[in-house]
């Protein structure tokens, strides 16, 4: 059975149901499954949880989910650019769990290693470990973190293959490959789609972990901030 589907649209068709989990790749806005995420919206699935390293900015990214009411809770480690979220969050409207940046990382690949929980000593002493079952090893203490295991993973990649194997590029290669993993269904879009197989030598995530993919349409890629310094005066 082949993995590539026509569109966004078709490969998220009946995958998605109200108060799913979903962890999507990208860090800011780069890497962002923009295809994917604009489908998801439009399934209209709501009471969503998000996990993700953040939540775009507004109307851009995941924004566009908070801005069409779609997400209940968010599971991230930086929120700093959307005014939305910080509004729906200060309202009650949103629940949000923080986590360390590298906390969230393994929690995801733990979730894809079948690993159920970790020790580490990160957030420690602090409201991230409140809650939480703690642990002494070595004279110091660590706290309990759990593996991430998403209903749908969504993920952006630069090159693919037909059997779903995947290369990131540059940047784009954040949380990507860590959300790949921690699906029980992984959708991926890919910029290019290879005839025949990629080099083994640089595959990334191994398809095995991707049941759909799609060809991303060709767009401009944003940028979450831009910054510049005037031109120095001609010589």
Do not use: C
């Not at 109200?18 to 999507?24: K, Q, Y």
């Not at 801005?67 to 949000?96: C, D, M, P, T």
């Amino acid at each position: 059975m082949s993995k590539l589907w026509q569109s966004a649209a078709e490969a998220l068709h009946e995958t998605v149901t109200d108060g799913a989990t979903i962890a999507v790749g990208g860090f800011g806005l780069s890497g962002n499954p923009t295809d994917l995420i604009e489908a998801l919206r439009e399934t209209g699935a709501k009471d969503l949880t998000i996990v993700s390293n953040n939540m775009g900015v507004d109307g851009k990214g995941l924004g566009v989910l908070l801005e069409n009411r779609q997400v209940s809770k968010v599971i991230a480690s930086y929120v700093g650019e959307n005014k939305l979220f910080a509004a729906q969050y200060l309202s009650g409207e949103l629940e949000v769990e923080f986590a360390p940046q590298g906390t969230l990382a393994e929690r995801l690949r733990a979730g894809g290693a079948g690993i159920a929980g970790f020790y580490t000593k990160t957030g420690v002493g602090t409201p991230v470990g409140e809650g939480k079952p703690h642990e002494v090893f070595d004279g110091e203490t660590y706290v309990l973190e759990r593996g991430i295991v998403a209903d749908v993973a969504l993920v952006h990649a630069w090159r693919a293959d037909a059997e779903g194997n995947l290369i990131y590029r540059h940047t784009a290669r954040n949380f990507n490959p860590l959300v790949a993993t921690a699906g029980r269904l992984t959708i991926a879009e890919a910029e290019e789609i290879a005839e025949g197989y990629l080099d083994p030598n640089a595959i990334v995530t191994p398809g095995i972990f991707v049941q759909r993919l799609v060809e991303a349409r060709p767009r401009e890629k944003p940028i979450e901030q831009r910054t510049t310094r005037p031109r120095g005066a001609a010589d």
